[in-house]
């Protein structure tokens, strides 16, 4: 079992950062693919960004390319979304998501999610 825990949202004006952080603890190894989700209210959860556990290859949604960026630091177990010159869009709870391998099988976890609102 994996437990992931985002913290870092908050209130922040338009062309602000917010810097996300998902905290994963218990058997943290094999692990494939951690990720970024979203969900506006009254939308459906949206892929954001997406990288491999050491953070050398790294893949985004176009609507937030040169704007955020996804890193993890592997040894601490972290994994971040920096998040640049935020716009109201950017308005959504925000979800880590983590892939792990164990044999022929994987595993998916999912965080509870940290609130970002982008206003002013």
């Known amino acids: 079992q994996v437990q992931l825990v985002e913290s870092g949202g908050g209130l922040v004006q338009p062309g602000g950062s917010l810097r996300l952080s998902c905290a994963a603890s218990?058997?943290?190894?094999?692990?494939?693919?951690v990720r970024w989700y979203r969900q506006a209210p009254g939308k459906e959860r949206e892929f954001v960004a997406g990288?491999?556990?050491?953070?050398?290859?790294?893949t985004y949604a176009d609507f937030v390319k040169g704007r955020f960026t996804i890193s993890t630091d592997s040894a601490s177990d972290m994994v971040y979304l920096q998040m640049n010159s935020l716009i109201p869009e950017d308005t959504a709870v925000y979800y880590c998501?983590?892939?792990?391998?164990?044999?022929?099988?994987?595993?998916?976890?999912w965080g509870q999610g940290t609130r970002v609102t982008v206003s002013s």
């Open positions: 218990g058997r943290t190894f094999s692990i494939l693919t």
């Open positions: 998501n983590l892939v792990q391998s164990m044999g022929i099988t994987t595993f998916e976890y």
């Open positions: 990288t491999n556990w050491s953070g050398t290859t790294t």
